[in-house]
């Protein structure tokens, strides 16, 4: 991409409703091409589409972006859910996890991504980890099994979160090749992969249409506790 081009590239300073001051690129203003695509499933357990995410990997050849980011980013923790759900971040980023509800919690991440275990922590303190790789970091309280976010580390601004009816819109794409990969939460990672795609932006906008996807029940006891044991859910925790 040309200096130019680059001088074209606006921030967006958006307070989050946990107060976390970041700046963020407006796709919109970077010239070039568009990514159109859409995810559908019939298996979901509820209505509304599932939390998901599209991105493009610059291959050999094409000029990587920079993702460009100020401040930290934050996971609220209050009435026994992270808030946001989903936080896309760069890599290197260092998420806060603020305890805001009136007992402990026990942050943890084993699978995938990021590994990292907070331990317990009480009310009022907060604690932070440094995402240094790429990948989806899956959330969990190893107290409260109903908790769980999504944190997904990127090294490309070139993505994009799907809309409530599961379609996503990506502008601003210099002309190059890239590997579209897809993040769709409840879809197994195998069938994800079979979903990644090469494509070659020109001018013109790529729509793909609609890509269909199986997407597991939703529930919060499908995930076992930091020591890879089920949650005993009969005994009353003190927290």
């Excluded at 859910?81 to 991440?109: E, K, R, Y």
């Excluded at 879809?187 to 609609?210: C, W």
Aim: hydrophobic residues 40%.
């Amino acid at each position: 991409m040309t200096r130019k081009g680059i001088k074209h590239w606006l921030l967006i300073a958006m307070v989050t409703a946990t107060g976390c001051l970041c700046a963020q690129e407006n796709p919109a203003a970077r010239p070039g091409a568009e990514l159109r695509l859409r995810i559908s499933s019939s298996s979901r357990a509820h209505h509304g589409s599932a939390p998901a995410v599209v991105w493009l990997e610059p291959q050999q050849g094409t000029p990587a972006l920079p993702f460009v980011s100020t401040g930290h980013y934050t996971l609220l923790q209050k009435n026994r859910s992270f808030t946001p759900h989903l936080q896309v971040i760069p890599v290197g980023s260092v998420v806060n996890f603020p305890n805001a509800d009136p007992f402990f919690h026990n942050v943890f991440s084993l699978f995938e991504g990021k590994r990292f275990d907070l331990g317990l922590y009480e009310a009022g303190s907060s604690r932070s980890v440094t995402f240094s790789r790429e990948g989806a970091s899956y959330i969990f309280c190893n107290i409260h099994p109903e908790m769980s976010a999504v944190v997904l580390a990127l090294s490309t601004p070139l993505y994009a979160l799907a809309g409530t009816d599961g379609t996503f819109d990506l502008h601003g794409i210099p002309p190059g090749d890239y590997r579209m990969h897809l993040w769709v939460e409840g879809v197994p990672q195998a069938e994800l992969e079979k979903m990644s795609r090469n494509l070659h932006f020109a001018s013109s906008p790529i729509d793909l249409g609609t890509l269909n996807v199986t997407i597991a029940p939703a529930g919060h006891m499908d995930h076992t506790n930091k020591f890879g044991q089920p949650y005993d859910t009969h005994n009353q925790s003190p927290y």
